[in-house]
């Protein structure tokens, strides 16, 4: 149910701006009438992160959906937290889903293990700087190895120009699904808080707006704190 709900949610699009889902079938005859419409292609990819001291290199994967046509762009991001999995699977998901259903207009970019070393280890933080990475975002990008790690992440996702970014976390096995708007002190525009309640809204699971003082630190500090600071709509969806 959660994973049909993410993936449908895809189509909240709709909602702001023209890009679609088209069913098999649909997509199979605009294949034949519009070539151009349906040359979605899919890609796989790897960021160099570091090289440990025993030479081993940390990569980012990444994926992205692409069309070439001109639509929103989302970017879905998991696994910030090393020991919050859930976000990988329903990432390969909803990719899995696209090579059947492919998008008409738009790209999706995925980047499914923000956290490689945590995920390694199991872990909530990353483990060069046993620092929780959710939390370095606006940093010095020359600073420590997990601030440097975040502006790696926060500059790949700037350079996409996303319309949408939504962040998946996993709370605890006796938690509900929920969205979290991050209402940082440091926004400018608050047509990009209505943009991301717009999407909580179409994710179809209750939602809440997060500040400062409720959160217990600057939102800016982490991932969509950030994005929504600079003028990106954001979420973190917990499952």
């Known amino acids: 149910m959660l994973l049909k709900k993410l993936t449908d949610a895809l189509q909240f699009a ?4 023209e890009a679609f889902i088209l069913p098999r079938e649909a997509s199979k005859v605009l294949q034949i009438l519009f070539p151009r419409l ?5 890609k796989k990819g790897y960021l160099p992160l570091f090289k440990g001291i025993d030479l081993t290199r940390r990569r980012l994967p990444h994926l992205e959906a692409s069309t070439g046509v001109k639509g929103p762009v989302v970017c879905l991001s998991a696994a910030i937290h090393g020991d919050e999995v859930t976000g990988i699977a329903v990432i390969q998901s909803i990719f899995k889903k696209l090579k059947n259903h492919p998008l008409q207009r738009g790209s999706v970019l995925a980047f499914p293990i923000l956290n490689p070393t945590g995920f ?3 872990s909530r933080r990353e ?4 620092a929780d990475l959710n939390r370095q975002f606006g940093g010095d990008a020359n600073g420590s190895t997990a601030e440097r790690h ?6 790949k996702i700037l350079s996409a120009k996303p319309d949408y970014v939504i962040d998946l976390h996993t709370d605890s096995m006796n938690s509900i699904a929920y969205t979290v708007i991050d209402f940082s002190r440091q926004l400018k525009n608050k047509q990009v808080l209505r943009d ?9 699971f209750r939602w809440a707006i997060d500040t400062d003082q409720t959160a217990g630190f600057p939102l ?5 704190g950030q994005l929504v600071s600079q003028g990106i709509p954001a979420v973190t969806v917990e499952l």
């Open 150 to 155: 975040a502006s790696l992440i926060l500059s």
């Open 127 to 130: 483990l060069y700087a046993e």
């Open 38 to 42: 349906s040359a979605m292609k899919i």
């Open 196 to 204: 991301s309640i717009i999407m909580a809204t179409a994710l179809g």
């Open 120 to 122: 390694e280890a199991i």
């Open 14 to 17: 709709t909602i702001c701006d």
């Open 220 to 224: 800016e500090k982490c991932l969509t």
